[in-house]
């Protein structure tokens, strides 16, 4: 059964600081891994999706890599800003059209 | 450009009730999604369809329907409500299999 993991459970910075989120599967046999943000009350928003066969995926200050073989996926999120509050959530799709979603992030930027 | 659209928002039931949550997409989307979200269990998958008049069982499928009569809605009904259905319910929608699941707001449902 695919477990997803992502560490650390929450995390506090001040603005304008670079981090990285962690996330691991157990099962290497996916079809892509999704990075989603989901703000307190609301539902969840795709941030990036990287293919099985891709290594990473960019959009404006968020970079996310897939390491298949290791089981592993970085979130860096660059010069953060209070905006970038929010829970973070990292997902594995499996076979079956099914999403196996990790507990997520709580990400917290201090002006 | 509404996206994925649930209604209600809020609701309160009693034990053994009925209801029926709805999902509505204007994105053109061949597959839907039901997920319920719970503290310290991550989001689960409680039914999905592959198309119109498909649907098929996910994680915790137990004591839930799923409708699919139209292609951009997707219903989900609770024939006898029970205090551990009690959580949010997400629907999510996408063109393909794998390609980003865009979600609604999700449904609060409390049982009583």
């Known amino acids: 059964k695919q477990e997803v993991t992502q560490i650390p459970a929450a995390l506090s910075v001040p603005e304008g600081e670079n981090l990285v989120l962690n996330c691991s599967f157990t099962d290497s046999a996916i079809y892509n891994l999704q990075w989603f943000r989901q703000d307190p009350g609301k539902g969840l928003t795709s941030l990036l999706l990287i293919q099985s066969s891709q290594r990473e995926q960019t959009s404006g200050r968020l970079n996310a890599s897939l390491d298949k073989s290791s089981g592993r996926s970085t979130l860096y999120i660059a010069a953060s800003q209070p905006g970038d509050s929010a829970t973070y959530l990292c997902?594995?799709?499996?076979?079956?059209?099914?999403?196996?979603f990790g507990k997520g992030t709580l990400l917290t930027v201090n002006p | 450009n509404a996206g994925v659209t649930q209604t209600p928002k809020f609701r309160v039931l009693k034990t053994g009730q009925s209801m029926t949550l709805l999902c509505a997409q204007d994105m053109n989307h061949e597959y839907m999604y039901w997920y319920r979200q719970d503290p310290g269990m991550g989001l689960r998958l409680i039914h999905y369809?592959?198309?119109?008049?498909?649907?098929a069982k996910g994680e915790v499928p137990d004591g839930y329907n799923v409708s699919r009569l139209k292609k951009q809605n997707f219903l989900l009904g609770l024939e006898s409500a029970a205090p551990s259905q009690t959580s949010v319910y997400f629907c999510?929608?996408?063109?393909?299999?794998?390609?980003?699941?865009?979600f609604g707001d999700g449904t609060r449902l409390s049982i009583l």
């Open positions: 369809s592959v198309g119109e008049g498909t649907t």
């Open positions: 999510a929608s996408s063109y393909e299999q794998n390609q980003p699941q865009h």
């Open positions: 997902a594995v799709l499996v076979s079956n059209y099914k999403l196996t």
